[in-house]
């Protein structure tokens, strides 16, 4: 399974970017997924994770409110809303994907099989 993240770019303080990330098998759409993210310096963090049915949702807490996580199975992509942007939102992002088919929400990386190979989402101030 290959996992293609784009979507990144350099925006500004209070814009939006949607992240896409789009499998290349079919059967992610039975596996629970996440995004991720790198910022500088920092280990690889949670962002948000859905189930594989799209029925579940997770956040961390500083993006609650502002971006949305979901799936569309029959394109084979998932997708990061991002809204209201701010400088600490700059990392590389990358999504998940579990080899284990249905599953609910998982949060931990090691929880994850195969992943994307990041987009870069700058945001200036």
């Known amino acids: 399974v290959q996992l293609q993240a784009s979507g990144g770019g350099l925006v500004q303080a209070g814009a939006s970017l949607r992240l896409s990330c789009a499998a290349s098998?079919?059967?992610?759409?039975?596996?629970?997924m996440g995004w991720f993210r790198q910022r500088p310096g920092k280990e690889r963090e949670i962002v948000a994770a859905?189930?594989?049915?799209?029925?579940?949702?997770y956040y961390e807490d500083s993006v609650k409110g502002r971006f949305t996580i979901s799936r569309d199975n029959a394109k084979n992509t998932l997708y990061l809303q991002m809204n209201s942007l701010n400088p600490e939102d700059t990392a590389v992002y990358y999504c998940a994907a579990r080899k284990i088919f249905y599953g609910s929400i998982y949060t931990r990386a090691d929880d994850y099989d195969y992943w994307g190979q990041g987009t870069l989402v700058t945001v200036s101030s």
């Open positions: 859905i189930s594989w049915s799209g029925s579940s949702t």
């Open positions: 098998e079919r059967t992610v759409g039975y596996s629970a």
